[in-house]
C-alpha cells in the first residue's frame, strides 16, 4: 500500500513492531513483531492477559518509549526518526494519556478546573486567556461541570477518572489513549466511563484506543484486537445490528464477528482455550481446505511402539 494513502486512511500504521528490554543479564521480549493499522477517528480497544504487550504497545504510540524495530508511524510522523524535542513537541500535541492510577493524572492540592489548565499552561495550544474558559467546556463535555471547583478528595473514583480524561484533553490531542481506565473502579461507573470515550468519539471525532483486560466492557466499542505473546493475534469487529442498537441494549449481549489475523508470511495465532477444546497437547495440528474452508484439528494419535523379542 503507497504510504500517501496509508496516511491518509489509518493515524497509526504499526508494522512487525518488536520491543527488547535489556537488563544486566536478561533480555525480555515484549513485542515481537507486531502488525496492526488503526484509522483516524477509529474507537477501539486492545486486550490480552498479562505480561502480552498491550501496554508496551500504548507506550510506544504515547511517545513514552521507542521502539527496538520495525516501523510506527503515526500521524505521518515516524516515530524511529524522532529526536528528543521532536518527540517532546509529539507528546504534548498529538496524544493524551488517561491512566489507570488516577494520582498519575491529578494534582490533590487543586480543584478540578485548574487541573485540567495545568497542561495548557506548559503545551502552547491553547491561548493563556482563554485556558479557564477551555478547561470548564472540558469538564463540561466529561458531565462534571459541576464539580469544577471540588479537589480530589471530594471526588468519587469515576469523578476522578473523568477528571483525568479532560486533563488528556487539555492539548486538543488527536489521539486519546487509556490504559485500564476502568480498573479502579466499579463495573457500573466503568461502563459510564466507557460511555464517555464513545460519546468523546462520535462527538470530536478523536481517535480513541483503550487498552483493558476486560473483554465484557471491551464490547462496547467498534473493534477488538487481541494481542498475545507480543503479536496481534485476533480482531473482533462489531457486528452492524449491534453498533445500530448499541446505546439500547445490555453491554454482555455478543457484540462482534471474530477474526484470526494473519501476518505477512501468512502465520497466525490459534487461541490456546480453542486448542484445549480441540485436544491439542504438542505442536502439531492435522489442517485441509474442504468446501472452501480450513480445517483445524488434532491430529491423530500416533501408533504405539510394539516390543519384539527375540526368538
Same mark, same amino acid.
Given at each position: 500500500?503507497?504510504?500517501?494513502?496509508?496516511?491518509?486512511?489509518?493515524?497509526i500504521?504499526?508494522?512487525n513492531?518488536? &520491543?527488547? /528490554?535489556?537488563? !544486566?543479564?536478561l533480555e525480555?521480549?515484549?513485542?515481537?513483531?507486531l502488525e496492526?493499522?488503526?484509522?483516524?477517528g477509529?474507537?477501539?480497544?486492545?486486550?490480552?492477559?498479562?505480561g502480552?504487550? %498491550?501496554?508496551?504497545?500504548? *507506550?510506544?504510540?504515547g511517545?513514552l518509549?521507542?521502539?527496538?524495530?520495525g516501523?510506527l508511524?503515526?500521524?505521518? %510522523?515516524?516515530?524511529? &526518526?524522532? *529526536?528528543?524535542?521532536q518527540l517532546v513537541?509529539?507528546?504534548?500535541?498529538t496524544?493524551?494519556?488517561?491512566?489507570?492510577?488516577?494520582?498519575?493524572?491529578?494534582?490533590? /492540592?487543586l480543584?478540578?478546573?485548574? *487541573?485540567?489548565?495545568m497542561?495548557?499552561?506548559f503545551?502552547?495550544?491553547?491561548?493563556?486567556k482563554?485556558? %479557564?474558559?477551555?478547561?470548564? #467546556?472540558?469538564?463540561e463535555?466529561?458531565?462534571?461541570?459541576?464539580?469544577?471547583?471540588?479537589?480530589?478528595?471530594?471526588?468519587?473514583?469515576?469523578?476522578?477518572?473523568r477528571?483525568?480524561i479532560?486533563?488528556?484533553?487539555?492539548n486538543n490531542?488527536?489521539?486519546?489513549?487509556?490504559d #485500564?481506565?476502568?480498573?479502579s473502579?466499579?463495573?457500573?461507573t466503568?461502563?459510564?466511563?466507557?460511555?464517555?470515550f464513545r460519546?468523546l *468519539?462520535?462527538?470530536? @471525532?478523536l481517535?480513541v484506543?483503550?487498552v483493558?483486560?476486560d473483554?465484557?466492557?471491551?464490547?462496547?466499542?467498534?473493534?477488538v484486537?487481541a494481542?498475545?505473546?507480543?503479536?496481534?493475534?485476533?480482531?473482533m469487529? !462489531?457486528?452492524?445490528? /449491534?453498533?445500530?442498537?448499541?446505546?439500547?441494549?445490555?453491554?454482555? #449481549?455478543?457484540?462482534h464477528d471474530?477474526?484470526?489475523v494473519?501476518d505477512?508470511? @501468512?502465520?497466525?495465532?490459534?487461541?490456546?482455550?480453542?486448542?484445549?477444546?480441540?485436544g491439542?497437547?504438542?505442536n502439531k495440528?492435522k489442517? #485441509?481446505?474442504?468446501?472452501g &474452508?480450513?480445517?483445524?484439528e488434532?491430529p491423530?494419535?500416533?501408533?504405539?511402539?510394539?516390543d519384539?523379542?527375540?526368538?
Amino acid at each position: 500500500m503507497p504510504q500517501e494513502q496509508m496516511q491518509a486512511d489509518d493515524i497509526i500504521v504499526c508494522e512487525n513492531l518488536v &520491543k527488547i /528490554y535489556k537488563t !544486566v543479564d536478561l533480555e525480555v521480549l515484549a513485542l515481537q513483531g507486531l502488525e496492526i493499522n488503526i484509522a483516524r477517528g477509529e474507537l477501539m480497544a486492545i486486550i490480552g492477559n498479562s505480561g502480552s504487550g %498491550k501496554s508496551t504497545f500504548l *507506550n510506544m504510540i504515547g511517545g513514552l518509549d521507542r521502539p527496538s524495530a520495525g516501523r510506527l508511524i503515526v500521524d505521518g %510522523k515516524d516515530l524511529f &526518526k524522532l *529526536n528528543e524535542a521532536q518527540l517532546v513537541e509529539y507528546k504534548r500535541t498529538t496524544v493524551g494519556f488517561v491512566w489507570q492510577n488516577n494520582a498519575r493524572n491529578l494534582l490533590p /492540592y487543586l480543584p478540578a478546573w485548574q *487541573n485540567v489548565q495545568m497542561p495548557m499552561m506548559f503545551g502552547g495550544v491553547v491561548e493563556r486567556k482563554r485556558q %479557564k474558559e477551555r478547561a470548564l #467546556e472540558l469538564l463540561e463535555i466529561v458531565g462534571l461541570a459541576h464539580k469544577k471547583d471540588s479537589k480530589l478528595s471530594q471526588l468519587s473514583g469515576g469523578e476522578q477518572q473523568r477528571v483525568a480524561i479532560a486533563i488528556a484533553l487539555a492539548n486538543n490531542p488527536k489521539i486519546l489513549l487509556a490504559d #485500564e481506565p476502568t480498573g479502579s473502579v466499579d463495573a457500573k461507573t466503568g461502563s459510564y466511563i466507557l460511555d464517555v470515550f464513545r460519546e468523546l *468519539n462520535r462527538q470530536l @471525532g478523536l481517535t480513541v484506543i483503550i487498552v483493558t483486560h476486560d473483554r465484557m466492557l471491551s464490547k462496547k466499542v467498534n473493534r477488538v484486537v487481541a494481542i498475545r505473546d507480543g503479536k496481534t493475534s485476533s480482531e473482533m469487529i !462489531v457486528k452492524q445490528s /449491534y453498533a445500530d442498537r448499541l446505546d439500547s441494549i445490555n453491554v454482555f #449481549e455478543e457484540a462482534h464477528d471474530e477474526f484470526v489475523v494473519l501476518d505477512r508470511a @501468512g502465520r497466525l495465532q490459534i487461541p490456546r482455550e480453542m486448542l484445549d477444546e480441540l485436544g491439542v497437547t504438542g505442536n502439531k495440528v492435522k489442517m #485441509e481446505l474442504k468446501d472452501g &474452508k480450513i480445517l483445524i484439528e488434532a491430529p491423530p494419535p500416533e501408533p504405539a511402539a510394539q516390543d519384539t523379542q527375540a526368538g
